[in-house]
């Protein structure tokens, strides 16, 4: 098995694509060891790393961040193992499908926005679908709409885009323009976590 890494706009994370696929459907989250281990048995192996911070997963690609300290020479071949470990193993990525997902259906009850604007509302999340995620995919990560208010969108990032230092420019520069552009109703985009 051959796992092919790529750097990420993000220093502190690594996209990590094994060939196979990950997840057939939507992407997964993980922020701290103990929801990592029971949703996951790769995310937990991953976590069992010392100096992993986070792990995403996508289609066919996984992203892990690492906390400051360790250096990515010394981390990468722990995570190439755990990685060809799980894989090699046959066990399946998430534990169920209750905890797999694109987060948008664990999100979709904290989404707000008027009744009023739901077909803007609708154009964002088809222009974020289309344009945005696609792209954000290609450096490891994923953007969600939460929601819609006075003209701000509200976006959350995850995987690669979570914490990185050009994640600003690309909200500002990057998806407000796209979306002021097609919406004139957005005045500004904001990340809310």
Same mark, same amino acid.
């Given at each position: 098995?051959?796992?092919?890494?790529? +750097?990420?706009?993000?220093? *502190?994370?690594?996209? @990590?694509?094994?060939?196979? &696929? =990950?997840?057939?459907?939507?992407?997964? !989250? #993980?922020?701290?060891?103990?929801?990592?281990? +029971?949703?996951?048995?790769? *995310?937990?192996?991953? @976590?069992?790393?010392?100096? &992993? =911070?986070?792990?995403?997963?996508?289609? !066919? #690609?996984?992203?892990?961040?690492?906390?400051?300290?360790?250096?990515?020479?010394?981390?990468?071949?722990?995570?190439?193992?755990?990685?060809?470990?799980?894989?090699?193993?046959?066990?399946?990525?998430?534990?169920?499908?209750?905890?797999?997902?694109?987060?948008?259906?664990?999100?979709?009850?904290?989404?707000?926005?008027?009744?009023?604007?739901?077909?803007?509302?609708?154009?964002?999340?088809?222009?974020?679908?289309?344009?945005?995620?696609?792209?954000?995919?290609?450096?490891?990560?994923?953007?969600?709409?939460?929601?819609?208010?006075?003209?701000?969108?509200?976006?959350?990032?995850?995987?690669?885009?979570?914490?990185?230092?050009?994640?600003?420019?690309?909200?500002?520069?990057?998806?407000?323009?796209?979306?002021?552009?097609?919406?004139?109703?957005?005045?500004?985009?904001?990340?809310?976590?």
């Amino acid at each position: 098995m051959f796992i092919q890494t790529e +750097a990420t706009p993000n220093p *502190a994370t690594l996209k @990590f694509l094994p060939g196979k &696929v =990950v997840l057939e459907e939507g992407t997964a !989250d #993980f922020r701290d060891a103990e929801a990592a281990r +029971a949703a996951s048995a790769l *995310a937990g192996r991953l @976590f069992d790393v010392p100096g &992993v =911070v986070g792990v995403f997963f996508g289609y !066919d #690609f996984v992203t892990v961040t690492k906390a400051e300290d360790p250096d990515w020479q010394h981390l990468k071949p722990a995570i190439l193992g755990a990685i060809m470990e799980h894989f090699m193993s046959g066990q399946p990525v998430m534990a169920s499908a209750t905890h797999a997902g694109d987060g948008r259906a664990a999100e979709a009850g904290e989404e707000f926005y008027d009744k009023e604007d739901e077909e803007i509302v609708l154009t964002i999340k088809e222009l974020l679908d289309t344009r945005v995620r696609p792209a954000v995919a290609q450096d490891g990560g994923d953007i969600t709409f939460r929601g819609f208010e006075n003209g701000t969108v509200f976006l959350h990032m995850k995987g690669a885009c979570a914490g990185c230092p050009s994640s600003t420019a690309t909200l500002k520069h990057g998806i407000q323009n796209l979306l002021r552009h097609f919406v004139p109703e957005v005045q500004q985009v904001e990340q809310i976590s």
